[in-house]
């Protein structure tokens, strides 16, 4: 259902783009703007990786670093029966993390050093599975294209009210403008619907991965409240790239709003409890008493 969601919505994104180009200048308007699109797309899609991890200055984690992280995800990305992604380390003490990159043969996974310095072991894997799970269903990808039609959708909106559109359309100059406003706005709430439905398969193929729902529940619960209260000024600078992290590093709310790039958070650890039923696991280390201090003895102590 998941996958499906996500063609609707891709789809109609794509519709989106073309109406406007029609509208703009007919029918070849339309097939400009799909051609246009599909030029953005390919050099997004094959430039992302490297675009995003400059705009967070990302450092590439070597193998055997000395905290075993490179280790960890070379072990759960073999549980996952994936390519070994690329490590790198971000520089915030935000605590969250990122995937990037246009398939899993060409991609990379990103954490805090926050991350690292508040999440016990159990809760740090759970975080990586998640990311490969990105990885692995090609989310990465389709949020690179999703977020590529939102901004080329702007774009060609902001034109047409600039230089007007075709004046002989069925729904008029009145109609018009009233699609040229709302188009961005219909854009960006499809792109945040896909990026929610994203979230929400990556939790599940990851607490697969990692083989501990409620490691990745507890390690959500920690990552939201710092991420409530300690800025990812990358991010802040970066927004575009909001809806890539495992929580929304620009101060994630309560509920699924219509705006949220991501799902509420207590609805996924709702989630991923429900997962402990097939695991029949306990809960791990740091998810109860622990729940608001992070590790008192090093990053996985």
Not at 198 to 215: F, K, M, S, T, V
Request: proline share 5%.
């Amino acid at each position: 259902m998941g996958y499906t969601k996500t063609a609707i919505l891709m789809a109609a994104m794509t519709a989106l783009f073309m109406g406007l180009g029609y509208l703009l200048a007919g029918s070849g308007g339309m097939l400009f703007a799909l051609v246009i699109a599909a030029g953005m797309n390919v050099f997004t899609w094959w430039n992302s990786d490297k675009m995003v991890l400059r705009m967070h200055n990302a450092q590439p984690v070597p193998a055997g670093d000395q905290l075993g992280l490179s280790e960890m995800v070379k072990d759960l990305a073999k549980n996952a029966g994936m390519p070994v992604p690329a490590v790198y380390l971000l520089d915030t003490p935000q605590p969250n993390a990122f995937a990037t990159g246009r398939n899993p043969n060409n991609a990379a996974v990103a954490v805090t050093i926050g991350l690292m310095q508040t999440l016990s072991r159990e809760e740090l894997a759970g975080v990586v599975a998640h990311e490969l799970a990105h990885i692995k269903n090609h989310d990465t990808a389709i949020m690179t294209v999703t977020a590529t039609f939102a901004g080329a959708i702007t774009m060609l909106a902001n034109f047409a009210l600039f230089f007007g559109g075709r004046r002989d359309n069925a729904v008029g100059l009145i109609g018009t403008i009233a699609l040229m406003i709302l188009a961005p706005l219909a854009a960006g709430l499809v792109q945040m619907a896909i990026s929610r439905t994203r979230e929400y398969a990556a939790d599940r193929l990851g607490a697969e991965i990692c083989g501990q729902p409620l490691a990745l529940a507890s390690a959500l619960e920690r990552i939201q409240q710092g991420a409530a209260r300690i800025d990812n000024d990358a991010a802040e600078r970066n927004p575009a790239t909001a809806h890539m992290f495992i929580i929304n590093p620009l101060h994630a709310h309560s509920r699924d709003k219509l705006f949220s790039t991501h799902p509420s958070t207590a609805n996924r650890i709702a989630a991923l409890r429900e997962l402990t039923r097939k695991y029949g696991q306990a809960e791990p280390r740091g998810t109860r008493n622990d729940r608001n201090t992070p590790p008192s003895s090093g990053p996985w102590g």
